[in-house]
Structures are given as structure tokens and as C-alpha cells.
């Protein structure tokens, strides 16, 4: 099948390339957390409670955008693991404060490790200005698009049935 103009056209656009770079780069990310046990999900959670420290689960979720029965789900794996802790919050006894534990805090130390291995490795063709100027300009596209600075919008999911 011959390559049409159009198509040309469309495979040299901002949003395929986007595209194109973004699932390569979530794959990487995805199979890079993989190797110490994390989730992108679970990375996602760990990350935010370690700026924010507690939460409750809905104010996480809600943070996140994340429903609040996946929610549940995610912090029970992540307390099975050791990474968070769960305790009742003393405003409210009807919700649950979400803390990160000090082995999911030297975990998320270790992901941001790979994190920076991963950044290096998707800006090794690039000058440092030239890197800086692509962060500069991803972040006006993402600004643009309405995105929250740091909250990935994959986190969401469909509530679980």
C-alpha cells in the first residue's frame, strides 16, 4: 500500500508524535518501576502522599482521580507491601488516613532513581538546553490541555464491578 501524503502528513504531526512517544515512554516507565515492584498506579499514590503526607483515601482519590473503589483496592496492595499504613482519621472516624511508611518512602526513593535513569535515557540526544527548552514546552502544551502538574491522567480507571 503506498504511503499516502495524508499520511505523511498526519505521522509528522504534534499529536501522533506525542502519542507515539508517550506510550513508548509509559511502557519504559511501567517496565522500569517493574524491576523494584511498583505500579505506575501504586507511584502515582506513594509520590503524591510523600509531597502531601496523609491523606485521607477520598482526599487522595479525589486528588488523583482515581474512584474510590479502585482506591481501596490500590492502598490494600500497597499496605500488603509495606509501603503505606491505613489509620483511622481523628476529624473524621468514618474515613481512613493514608500515610506513606518509611519503607514506601525509601521506595519511592529508589523509583525516582529510575525515574532519572529513564530521563536520561529519553534526553540523551539532546543538548541540555535543548532538554530544558522541551520540558519548558511540554509543560505549556500540558498547561494548555488543562492537565494537573504531576498527576498523570492514566491513574483514572474504570470502578471495578
Not at 499520511?7 to 502519542?19: D, K, V
Not at 511502557?27 to 505506575?40: A, D, M, Q, Y
Not at 518509611?102 to 539532546?126: K, N
Amino acid at each position: 500500500m503506498p504511503v499516502t501524503p495524508k499520511l505523511i502528513q498526519y505521522a509528522e504531526s504534534a499529536s501522533f508524535l506525542f502519542s507515539q512517544i508517550g506510550a513508548q515512554i509509559a511502557e519504559l516507565f511501567g517496565t522500569e518501576l517493574s524491576k523494584i515492584g511498583v505500579t505506575p498506579r501504586g507511584f502515582g499514590v506513594m509520590t503524591n502522599l510523600q509531597v502531601s503526607g496523609s491523606l485521607t483515601q477520598q482526599h487522595l482519590a479525589d486528588n488523583l482521580g482515581i474512584h474510590r473503589n479502585n482506591m481501596v483496592g490500590l492502598i490494600d496492595e500497597l499496605e500488603a507491601l509495606g509501603w503505606v499504613r491505613r489509620n483511622r482519621s481523628s476529624a473524621d472516624r468514618r474515613a481512613f488516613d493514608i500515610q506513606l511508611t518509611r519503607q514506601g518512602s525509601e521506595t519511592v526513593d529508589r523509583a525516582l532513581r529510575l525515574v532519572a535513569e529513564l530521563e536520561r535515557h529519553v534526553t540523551e540526544g539532546l543538548t541540555r538546553t535543548e532538554a530544558d527548552l522541551l520540558i519548558q514546552l511540554l509543560r505549556t502544551v500540558a498547561h494548555s490541555l488543562d492537565l494537573a502538574p504531576g498527576i498523570h491522567p492514566h491513574l483514572k480507571a474504570a470502578r471495578r464491578t
